[in-house]
């Protein structure tokens, strides 16, 4: 079984930064896709980034500029370094991973990590 543990969310003051990450434990043959997406509330879970094993990178047209995802397979870990952080950027931030296991693709979520940003 796959689990997704994220870390690194918290309380900034706009114009400030965090970094997130997300740890996969688990027995799998590989990571074919990373990725962050958030929820506000009273809002429907949006993409913020992704990241393929080939490491070509989407991110959402609110956050370019301001927000870089990395990833590291052997490691299993996915980050998402947050700068110029905006009130609007709070929400509970979920790490993603398409994981490749014996029984095919599975799509993985962790529990999610609070991000709140204070104007």
């Known amino acids: 079984q796959v689990q997704l543990v994220e870390s690194g969310g918290g309380l900034v003051q706009a114009g400030g930064s965090l970094r997130l990450s997300c740890a996969a434990s688990?027995?799998?043959?590989?990571?074919?896709?990373m990725g962050w997406y958030r929820q506000a509330p009273g809002k429907q879970r949006e993409l913020v980034a992704t990241?393929?094993?080939?490491?070509?990178?989407r991110y959402a047209d609110s956050v370019k500029g301001r927000f870089t995802i990395s990833g590291d397979n052997a490691k299993k870990m996915v980050y998402l370094q947050m700068n110029n952080l905006k009130p609007e950027d709070t929400a509970v931030y979920y790490c993603?991973?398409?994981?490749?296991?014996?029984?095919?693709?599975?799509?993985?979520w962790g529990q999610g990590t609070q991000v709140t940003v204070s104007s």
């Open positions: 688990g027995s799998f043959f590989s990571i074919d896709a």
């Open positions: 993603n991973m398409i994981i490749l296991r014996g029984g095919g693709r599975s799509d993985n």
């Open positions: 990241i393929t094993r080939g490491s070509s990178t």
